[in-house]
């Protein structure tokens, strides 16, 4: 009975969350369209953020805000869905860019979005043009740019913490900035990877203590960023880690996930 009752209910939720989510997405894109400045944009669209965030039944909790550091920084968050984009949008200040899969330079309204804010594409699967895309996002740290990374580069229908890349770990080396780990939770219960219909639900963001480059060779320095970023949002999340264990539910639309030690990728 209670299945009965809730399937209804559940997708007039749905419904009213993709209306809520199109009609807040093209108010964000219409302003980044018009707004001028890069800060302006970014300040528009986390306003939008947390506003879907509040009127679909999200309520969001970020703790930790001032462990950010005041100068440049590169924030690494563990990856369960496909809001947590938005959700560190509206968590974070707007002088954060976000680096991001090229798969999504690909889907019309979105990329533009995503341009105006100032994201970063990079290519997972190209070697050469993954490459080119790394040194972009290395000058632009090195210009001052502060920047948020999903350093597993995907996520599994598997409550878990897959292997890091090194990406972000190199741009924190060569930029002498601190890397920042972040935690966020709720995110794949609210929009689960499995295709089920999204549901209300609490969201929290929990930023850790700062994690400084050390003064040695950017491959080794970029190394111990990642193995001591992964190893603190790994304690603090509370999930299994999926480099000790199988991940054969990955879903089809993610790139293959090897069970490996995370401090040999």
Known sequence: ??????????????????????????TALAATLVLP?????????RAV???????AGMPLTVRGLERLASGQCIVVANH????????????????????IKREMSAVPLASLFLRRIGSEFVERFDRNRGAADTRRVLRNAESGH???????????????????HTGAFVTAARAGCPVIPAVV????????????????????VDILPAIQAQPQAAETSAAAL?????????????????????????????EPARSAPASRS
Do not use: N
């Open 185 to 204: 939770r709720g995110t794949r219960a609210a929009l689960s990877p499995s295709g089920a219909p999204p549901r209300p639900g609490r969201i929290e």
């Open 146 to 164: 502060s920047l948020v990374f999903f350093p597993e580069g995907t996520f599994t229908r598997t409550p878990g913490l897959l292997k890091f």
């Open 49 to 55: 953020a947390r506003a879907f965030l509040w009127v």
């Open 1 to 26: 009975m209670r299945t009965l009752v809730g399937a209804p209910v559940r997708a007039v939720y749905a419904l009213y969350a993709a209306i809520a989510f199109l009609a807040l997405g093209l």
């Open 226 to 254: 990642r193995d001591h970023a992964r190893q603190a949002i790994l304690l603090a999340l509370g999930e299994p880690d999926l480099t000790c264990s199988g991940d054969s539910a990955r879903p089809p639309h993610t």
């Open 37 to 45: 400045g890069l800060h302006r944009r970014r300040a528009a669209a």
């Open 80 to 99: 369960a869905s496909y809001l947590d984009g938005l959700v560190f949008t509206a968590a974070l200040p707007a002088r954060f860019g976000f680096v």
